[in-house]
């Protein structure tokens, strides 16, 4: 079971960069986002709550995240394996998937970051906030905080999954195809 982290800062590409090597590799691409606006969608309690924080450029608490993640995962009961996008963020989260992968007998390959400069992640965000709808891509200041609180918060999984020898630094920058191609170079030496 090949189970990846696919992490990088926000508007790096990971969303799209999912769906191209789920297809190519048949893994189950699990985007806390979308877990998130599904939950927001349909206005559920948990969907509310991570919404407070989303709106403000917030991580959303540990604990609705994971029982979120939990419930996806088990929804693919039988599944090759899982890409986990924006998720985890913090050691706590990495930990406590971790756990959830060892009672299925698994545990996750490889991280692997797609690493771009934040001017151009502060462009392709306000890009996308054109077509997306979502109101934290559209306005600049919460574009700069969520890098902020990304490399406050969420960098420190690099160190964490370097210790494990399961950390993979890819350009992030180029076309698509460019990107996939070092992507599934890292993938297919694991």
């Known amino acids: 079971m090949t189970n990846l982290v696919l992490f990088g800062p926000?508007?790096?590409g990971k969303g799209t960069q999912a769906d191209v090597l789920k297809d190519k590799y048949?893994?189950?691409?699990?985007?806390?986002?979308?877990?998130?606006?599904?939950?927001?969608?349909?206005?559920?309690?948990?969907?509310?709550?991570?919404?407070?924080y989303m709106d403000k450029g917030q991580l959303v608490p540990d604990k609705v995240t994971i029982n979120m993640l939990?419930?996806?995962?088990?929804?693919h009961e039988g599944a090759n394996g899982f890409i986990f996008d924006g998720f985890p963020r913090t050691e706590a989260q990495a930990e406590a998937l971790e756990k959830l992968l060892e009672e299925k007998n698994t545990?996750?390959?490889?991280?692997?970051?797609?690493?771009?400069?934040?001017?151009?992640?502060?462009?392709?965000l306000l890009e996308?906030?054109?077509?997306?709808?979502?109101?934290?891509?559209?306005?600049?200041?919460?574009?700069?905080?969520?890098?902020?609180?990304?490399?406050?918060?969420t960098a420190i999984l690099?160190?964490?999954?370097?210790?494990?020898?399961?950390?993979?630094g890819v350009n992030g920058v180029g076309s698509i195809e460019e990107i996939t191609k070092r992507l599934s170079d890292v993938i297919d030496g694991l």
Do not use: C, W
């Open 107 to 124: 545990k996750i390959s490889a991280m692997v970051a797609l690493e771009v400069d934040d001017e151009v992640l502060v462009q392709r």
């Open 70 to 75: 939990k419930a996806e995962v088990e929804s």
């Open 26 to 52: 048949n893994l189950v691409h699990i985007s806390t986002g979308d877990v998130f606006r599904y939950n927001i969608k349909n206005a559920t309690e948990l969907g509310t709550l991570a919404k407070s």
């Open 158 to 168: 690099k160190n964490y999954y370097h210790k494990q020898n399961k950390y993979f």
């Open 128 to 153: 996308r906030g054109k077509t997306s709808g979502r109101p934290d891509d559209a306005d600049k200041d919460i574009i700069k905080n969520r890098i902020k609180v990304y490399y406050n918060e």
């Open 10 to 12: 926000p508007g790096a």
